[in-house]
């Protein structure tokens, strides 16, 4: 399983961005895939998911709910996170990352992608 996040930048308060995960062929099919955010001395958070199956079951941190919309594109290999509203608190390296485990996606995953900056400005 091979994953890419994309789509980072610097955007203004309040503004949004939308990030890319690109998975390597089949992984949508098979696994779920998560987004994480770590910003500098903080740990590592769990920002939403989505499930595999056909249900397409999403979920998300109390601290994006409502401004962040996780969805994805199985035809292209693609899971998207839409930002909007973002807060300078946003401020973070976002990864996406996948398992095929329901139990361990929101916590520890088997497989990571690289990274994306996001900053928001104030």
């Known amino acids: 399983v091979q994953l890419q996040a994309s789509g980072g930048g610097l955007v203004q308060t309040g503004g949004s961005l939308r990030l890319s995960c690109t998975s390597s062929e089949d992984t949508l099919d098979y696994h779920f895939i998560a987004w994480f955010r770590q910003a500098p001395g903080k740990e590592r958070e769990g920002v939403s998911c989505i499930s595999s199956n056909s249900d397409g079951y999403t979920a998300y941190s109390n601290s994006v709910k409502g401004r962040f919309t996780i969805s994805q594109d199985k035809s292209r290999n693609m899971v998207y996170l839409q930002m909007d509203g973002l807060k300078p608190e946003d401020t973070a390296v976002y990864y996406c990352?996948?398992?095929?485990?329901?139990?361990?996606?929101?916590?520890?995953?088997?497989?990571w992608g690289q990274g994306t900056q996001v900053t928001v400005s104030s």
């Open positions: 990352a996948a398992d095929a485990n329901i139990e361990v996606i929101t916590t520890t995953p088997r497989y």
